[in-house]
């Protein structure tokens, strides 16, 4: 491909002045759209006879570098179709905010899903290239002219390392290939599912209440927590609010009774013991629990371990979705089956030919653990005790690696997405002999959505809206 010196249709004068600040590369297609976007901010900064030259914002502006990049905007799009880096292998908002990791996403329309995070109302969009996101509102107004491109600069930093944007995911699952080739239509079917960095305070208490719980109740009562001790902020979509901090926990007279009014249950007295002990504890729980990212996998586990609700399944949680830990295997019963039917069956059939135990590539320095892992695990059982929980962990591990959490997450992804598309099963109708003693369906109450979805009119100025 040809390479165009896109400098040469500048003025000399503006050539002359791009070299004082910093040096641009004329082959460069980024480096002709940091012109456009460092020339605007700093319009007012520049020469007289420069500012003459390049027009009045915007509509001059814009007809400068227009006439002279006719078809800059095409050749950006194509840039970005053509890079698989930038595609949507990279990150796709469905899957990876609806698989059970996250529960305060609202779908707010075609593709798009809002949430009250980083003290910001943040709404992303999936589009067929890439991810759009905007800020609709904050819990604390800016002040200064400044600070709102402070905070859209800070939500992209936040967003990144929320969606821990520095892991290839295709460098993962060709790894994961090597050793069961079937995650190759993984790969396909759970393209983009990346595992969250979430806030520890949001995720530990998110996952107390996940206990023998589904996704779409875990949602109504994390919606109900954040109403009633978030900070709700307006917007042209509704009201969001934002997930409470520990001291807002605290100050409630009556932690446990609230959280049974909320409909927490049994959980409710966990959620009271554990707000006690972080607050009695320590000055700042949210700085400790950050902490722990510095501990190594087992300390860290065994930290979580000393709350009051948190067993093995949601130490792992926290650890894998919020404390750095990619290692860190939770396992549910969608995994424990995953496990039983997709590895343990079939490398206890070809154990005897490992490495190649039915088409699983076990590592040679594995080999021996995974065959003890593979004997400890009770084929046909239907949940995990304590002792094969941590049987099916390390075996999990064993197989995938460091980042084994993440193949865990795909895992479970698919395994939940063929749950929920199977035929449903037909209810049984109550023999006439114990039709009497039938018990009549309860509903579940109704509860208003937290967002509403409005037709407002957007307000004069626009949220700015930036890619990822």
């Not at 949430?115 to 996101?133: E, R, S």
């Not at 605290?250 to 959620?271: H, M, N, S, V």
């Not at 930290?303 to 919020?322: T, Y």
């Not at 309860?442 to 509403?452: I, N, Q």
């Amino acid at each position: 491909r040809r390479r165009v010196m896109w400098d040469r249709r500048l003025d000399p004068h503006l050539r002359r002045d791009l070299g004082k600040f910093r040096k641009y590369d004329g082959t460069r297609l980024r480096d002709l759209l940091r012109i456009i976007r460092n020339k605007k901010n700093h319009y007012q900064d520049m020469p007289m006879q420069l500012r003459e030259t390049l027009g009045d914002i915007p509509e001059g502006y814009l007809h400068y570098f227009d006439s002279r990049f006719p078809y800059l905007l095409l050749h950006c799009y194509y840039f970005v179709l053509e890079n698989d880096s930038l595609r949507t292998a990279t990150l796709r908002l469905d899957p990876t905010l609806t698989c059970g990791q996250a529960f305060r996403w609202k779908l707010t329309g075609p593709s798009e899903y809002t949430c009250a995070i980083f003290g910001h109302v943040v709404d992303l969009k999936q589009t067929p290239t890439t991810v759009l996101y905007r800020s609709l509102g904050t819990h604390c107004p800016e002040n200064s002219s400044n600070s709102s491109s402070k905070g859209v600069l800070d939500i992209e930093t936040s967003l990144r390392d929320y969606f821990q944007l520095e892991v290839c995911l295709e460098d993962l699952c060709n790894q994961w290939i090597q050793v069961d080739p079937s995650f190759a239509e993984l790969k396909s079917t759970q393209t983009g599912l990346r595992m969250l960095r979430q806030p520890v305070i949001e995720n530990l208490f998110t996952f107390i209440a996940s206990s023998n719980n589904n996704i779409k109740r875990i949602t109504m009562l994390i919606d109900r927590l954040c109403q009633r001790f978030g900070h709700p902020i307006d917007t042209t979509k509704g009201t969001f609010h934002t997930f409470p901090t520990i001291n807002a926990l605290a100050q409630c007279q009556d932690l446990e009774t609230t959280f049974k009014d909320l409909g927490f249950g049994y959980r409710a007295k966990y959620y009271a013991s554990t707000v006690r002990s972080l607050t009695d504890t320590h000055e700042c729980p949210e700085s400790y629990l950050l902490g722990l990212r510095n501990k190594t996998f087992a300390e860290a586990r065994a930290e979580l371990l000393k709350l009051s609700g948190v067993g093995p399944k949601v130490a792992d949680c926290v650890c894998l979705m919020s404390l750095d830990k990619h290692d860190a295997v939770p396992v549910d019963t969608h995994i424990w089956q995953v496990a039983q039917r997709r590895y343990v069956a079939r490398l206890r059939s070809g154990s005897a030919s490992m490495p190649e135990s039915d088409g699983i590539a076990v590592p040679k320095d594995k080999q021996n653990l995974v065959r003890e892992l593979v004997s400890q695990l009770t084929a046909g059982a239907k949940a995990p005790n304590t002792k094969s929980y941590e049987a099916a962990q390390q075996l999990i591990i064993a197989l995938f690696g460091p980042y084994s959490g993440w193949a865990q997450g795909m895992l479970f992804s698919n395994n939940l997405n063929k749950a929920e598309s199977s035929p449903a099963k037909k209810e049984k109708k109550p023999s006439l002999k114990r039709k009497a003693l039938a018990k009549p369906h309860l509903e579940e109450p109704k509860v208003e959505p937290e967002t509403h979805i409005t037709t407002t009119r957007l307000r004069s100025r626009k949220p700015r809206t930036d890619y990822i």
